[in-house]
C-alpha cells in the first residue's frame, strides 16, 4: 500500500537532526559570515538600476519608467532614428507617449517602435487616423480583429496597433 511505503521515507526524514538541517540551510545561503561577496541579490538583471538601499529594481539601465508595464522586454534605451523604414517628416506621436523600443526583422524589411501610452485605444487610432492623413490613413483590423490604423507611403506599409498601456507602429516595406 502506498502510504505505509511513504511513511517510513518520511520518518527518516523527520529523523535528520535538526543541526544538519540548519548548517545546510546556512550553506545555501552564503554561510551568513557578513562578508559582501560581490554577489547582488535584490534579484536586479544585469544592466538594470537599484534604488540605493531600497533593493528596488526599477529595470534596465536607460529604459524610461513608463515603459516597464506595457513593454517589460525593453532592455536599453530606444531612438527613433534607428528606423531606416521611417519616412522623411513622419509626424510624432499625436497623444502623450514614450518611445520604450524599437526593432526590425533580419534583413531590415520590417521594423517596429513601441511607445508607452496612457492613451485611449480610440484617442490612439483616431490622433494617428488625422496625423497620417497625408499617407491615406484608415480604420481596419489586423488578422485577430483587433482595430488598427494603416496607411502607406510608396510600397511603404505603416499600421498602428494600439494595445494595453501603449501602442506599437510597424513598418513594412
Known amino acids: ?31 551568513g559570515d557578513g562578508e559582501d561577496d560581490g554577489t547582488d541579490t535584490t534579484g536586479a538583471d544585469a544592466g538594470s538600476t537599484v534604488e540605493e538601499g531600497t533593493g ?18 525593453a532592455l536599453g534605451p530606444a531612438d527613433v532614428a534607428d528606423l531606416a523604414l521611417l519616412p522623411d517628416g513622419f509626424p510624432d506621436p499625436p497623444v502623450e507617449a514614450t518611445l520604450c523600443i524599437t ?5 531590415g524589411s520590417q521594423e517596429t517602435a513601441s ?11 483616431a490622433g494617428y487616423e488625422a496625423a497620417l492623413a497625408s499617407y491615406g490613413a484608415a480604420r481596419d483590423q489586423d488578422g485577430i480583429g ?3 490604423v494603416t496607411a502607406a507611403d ?7 496597433t494600439p ?6 507602429l510597424a513598418f513594412s516595406g
Open 56 to 73: 528596488v529594481d526599477d529595470g534596465p539601465a536607460g529604459v524610461p519608467e513608463e515603459c516597464g508595464a506595457a513593454f517589460p522586454q
Open 103 to 107: 526593432a526590425e526583422t533580419v534583413g
Open 154 to 160: 510608396g510600397d511603404l506599409i505603416i499600421q498602428v
Open 1 to 31: 500500500m502506498r502510504t505505509t511505503r511513504a511513511r517510513p521515507f518520511l520518518r527518516a526524514a523527520l529523523a535528520v537532526p535538526v543541526t544538519v538541517v540548519t548548517v545546510a540551510a546556512l550553506a545555501a545561503c552564503g554561510g
Open 146 to 148: 483587433r482595430p488598427i
Open 115 to 125: 511607445y508607452a501610452s496612457d492613451a485611449t485605444a480610440e484617442e490612439i487610432l
Open 163 to 168: 494595445q494595453d498601456g501603449g501602442f506599437v
